[in-house]
């Protein structure tokens, strides 16, 4: 494996920490100096050797990492994995483009041997070495989602398709930022979107309904999304607020560079065969301030949209009390020279 | 995706069942029951495509199989595929698409097909049998001769036969009374089909959400008509035999599309200018866009009148 794991932390000590490299394929999200939302969908297909599109399910030096995290808090609520009884054929589906893309993807990491519907499952990282037979549940540890959810970086909805909308039936999410699963499962496209503000006004979800219920197999899409997060921590759950909500207090002028991480969920969207669901990964990449300016486009960039930002886009994301002192930090790094286009360093 | 026809075999005198399989042997995507896919047919400087129901089984990704009742009135795809294409034959195949799905949450499924509207169920049966969930499947035919359907059924206790000529033609009523709660109703057929069986489930007092049915259209054939499209600075004359989606599509301007049959809304597009009547025939826009005249479906609506002007 070319692959080196980090041992880190994202809760506690908070060890987690990028590499060079992992700096350098960060998924900066912002193409202009501002941001205003967008639907800014596009194929999810294989883009930039070394980059987080090059791969269907990326996979890198946080794998490990993440999945002892997603297993504390999974032992800690249970209900962060849930399917509703209809949505098990959705989850052999999502299992299936898993093991079927990571062994494609990274055969050095992952075996697949089919025979029929006897399968035989190699997971190197996890160690993990698994016999079962396809949609059988009963041949496994645990239900088909939750068994590869705790094998995939990044949180998965599965989404029920009918009466020309989406349904959030089942999912796994441990890596969320600030909204539950438990509170959103059995709800429809509109209704779990119902908090975000200003999109309903510009006809935004309307238009990616539209567009999510006529996603097509083999053509899966993908977006960026991006959020602040006080300490590199995966589960900022509505559920545990309590725990990371006060942190945010937390900043001060001498440590935001360090403390502050830019949070930048890549959103996939693929539909599945047999069951016709969608299925959602929400894959979560943390970057802390004084790692991405590194990078002197993004330092520039970053200053400016987020001093630009409309006040109830701060509001919503959670970050408003900072605010100033991370456009004063990044104020540092804005020399005024021109940025060029696209996500990627110069 | 390219496919070879590997078979064609008559059910009846008006429907074809075809097999497609990839020309390497490899295995195709699997599919949901109740899915379509659209197949391209290279007719002369056009290119037709029709969507037909998948009625092959859904995990068996080793090939599709189409029924096609042949149109004599239609546009000319269902002749085509009738009298043009043998099999060894390679033909243009989309992927599968599902706009008339199982819900999955129902305690019960009951089908209803009348005619060629079986061929949807034909896939979903062996998506029931195989997730063991229960079902009943009503097919209703004229007469015994025109029931391409036969052919293609399971010999299960839970397929009824309903045929006119032979005195037993299906009561809507009777199918719905007496289901279980959490049951969901499902219909494919004409019009008067689906309409009767929304009727009686509308005074049994069934929930609006559990009656289904699959209003996928061909496109009509119409009377030419002559079309300005103002991004592309061109205007065209959709032909008899033509939808305006496919005069769009000869003219290489770019229209996104799923259905073909006025129900995905893929291809909706803005109308800038209107002065006469616009033929709707989708399932999409609802009565107030329709009576507005400010967007069309050019997959299957049509337009009379002095000039339309549209935004591609």
Redesign the interface.
Known sequence: MTLRFNDETFRGDYTYHNSAAAVRRFPFPFDQDSYMYSVNIEPHRPTRAGSVFEHRFDVDEHYVAEMQDRAITLADDPLRCQSLPHMELAGWDFLELVMVCKSEDYPDMFTLHRDGDRWHWINRPLGIDQRFTFMDTSTLPCGPLEYIGRQTQGDHALLDQREGNLWMDAGIVTSQADWSLDFNIGMNFFEWHAPVPKAHELGIFQRALKFLTNVQQGKPSRRLNWTMTVNPRLDTSPENYHKWGPEKRTITPENVGAKQYLRVELQSFYRLPRSNALVFPIRCYLISLEDLVTVPKWGRRFHRVLRDLPDELAEYKGFAVNRSMIVDYLARFDDGAETSAGIFPD | MMLRVASVEPLSPLVTKFRFVHPDGAAL????GG?HVVVEMPDGEMIRRNAYSLVSD??DGSGYEIAVRREDLGRGGSLYMHTRVAEGDLLGVG????LF?L???ARKHVLVAGGIGITPFIAQIR?LTR?QLPFELHYCARSRSEAAGLALLPDLPQVHVHISDEGNRMDPAEVLSGQPLGTHAYTCGPEGLVAAMADAGARLGWPE?ALHSETFLAPPPGKPFRVTLARSALTLTVGPDQSLLEALEAAGVDAPW?CRGGV???CETAVLSCHGRIEHHDHWLDDDEKAAQTKIMPCVSRFQGQDLILDR
């Open positions: 995507p699997l599919f949901s899915a859904p995990m992927a599968p698409a599902n799905g819900d999955l949450r998506q997730l959400a799923l995905c809304g893929q």
